[in-house]
């Protein structure tokens, strides 16, 4: 007998554990491929002339500087193979994706553990004196899920120069970077640019929405890494319409511009909501997401996310997520009417 709750059918599954741009796809998406849907027919351009046009001018960019990839974690598997690294630091709580990877290069793992104490604001000052010169490589997710929390440039400034005294690769991971309030001014595409150690990748999974695309780019100015990424990836791994789409997709300006509008609002009229309650802890969000503790003694994850499901509510839990537990649920922000319901979903049960 199948004793989990059906969903309640009037309500529409909203997946608020996908952290996905709630806009849905660009309409310019849509366009571009209704308008070259023949191209599939045809081998794709393997030099991507106007993709990588589009992608530098986006980052403000050399184009020499654009790695591109089937999603970040095919970008991270290609600098693992590319680094070779022993020993990596990580951020913990951190994207259990990376774990993965790693792990399956046998690699050791070395964890820096943010502190609930600090609300899970990395202490750069700690974390550099963890960078011990035994580590091969740092990953950083910046802002980092699951704690929606990002670094300032002032930060991975200091971080990329520790890195690049000791002879370590940094790579930056900014796929939520988008969702950010004036995402330019921590963005590090720039100091890509500037320090050989140092790779930052973007995934347009999340802030574009287009995760079936499966397109990620990253951005590194080292000429001898950059000659052998070359040499080990395929000429035309990105599919034709996906790079005819995503052309297109980084110059929709409305798009881009409402999409972080909505986000800053529904950030901040979800925070201010969930506030009032005294029986859950809120860390502060940065990106398109919040973490938050369960702190009544009778009530958990499974708890809330059971209550959440029967509205049609997916959320989630982050019991398997190392430096978290059963206590604590993360969410991301959708549209105003389906992030009322899912705060009141929430506030009915904690």
């Keep these: 007998m199948n004793s989990s709750p059906l969903r309640i059918e009037q309500y529409e599954t909203v ?25 599939i027919s045809k081998y794709p351009d393997i030099y991507y002339t106007k993709l990588k046009k589009a ?23 290609l600098f693992t193979a590319l680094i070779t690294p022993k020993k990596v630091l990580l951020l913990s709580p951190g994207p259990s994706e990376y774990v993965r990877v790693l792990s399956s290069y046998n690699i050791d793992i070395v964890y820096f553990d943010l502190k609930e104490e600090d609300e899970y604001v990395l202490n750069t000052n700690d974390f550099v004196d963890a960078i011990t010169d035994d580590i091969d490589m740092v990953i950083l997710c910046n802002p980092n899920n699951p704690t929606s929390k990002r670094i300032s440039l002032e930060e991975v400034t200091k971080i990329t120069d520790t ?13 939520y970077i988008e969702f950010t309030d004036d995402f330019e001014s921590f963005t590090a595409t720039g100091l890509a640019q500037v320090y050989d150690n140092l790779a930052v990748i ?8 287009v995760p079936g695309l499966r397109f990620a780019y990253a951005i590194m100015s080292n000429p001898a890494y950059k000659e ?15 790079a005819i789409a995503i052309t297109d997709m980084f110059k929709d300006e409305e798009y881009i511009t409402q999409s972080q509008s909505t986000i800053h609002t529904e ?11 005294r029986s859950i802890h809120l860390f502060r969000p940065d990106a398109n997401f919040m973490l ?31 430096g978290l537990s059963n206590k604590y649920i993360r969410f991301c922000f959708m549209n105003p009417k389906q992030n009322d319901l899912m705060v009141n979903t929430i506030l009915e049960i904690v």
């Design 292 to 322: 938050v503790k369960l702190l009544k003694d009778d009530i958990d994850a499974a708890d809330v996310a059971m209550h959440c499901n029967q509205r049609g509510i997916i959320i989630r839990k982050c019991d398997d997520i190392r």
């Design 202 to 209: 973007r995934s347009v999974s999340k802030f574009f929405a």
């Design 15 to 39: 997946l608020f554990n996908a952290n996905l741009n709630p806009r849905g796809i660009p309409g310019s998406v849509t366009r571009a491929i209704q308008q070259n849907i023949s191209s």
């Design 163 to 175: 890195c690049k005294k000791k002879n370590i690769f940094l790579i930056v991971d900014e796929m």
């Design 267 to 277: 950030r901040s009229l979800v925070y201010l909501a969930m506030s009032t309650s």
């Design 55 to 77: 992608v530098a001018e986006y980052v403000n960019a050399s184009l020499d500087h654009i790695v591109m990839g089937n999603g970040s974690t095919d970008l991270l598997k």
């Design 228 to 242: 052998q990424i070359d040499f080990l990836t395929t000429k035309n791994n990105i599919a034709s319409l996906t």
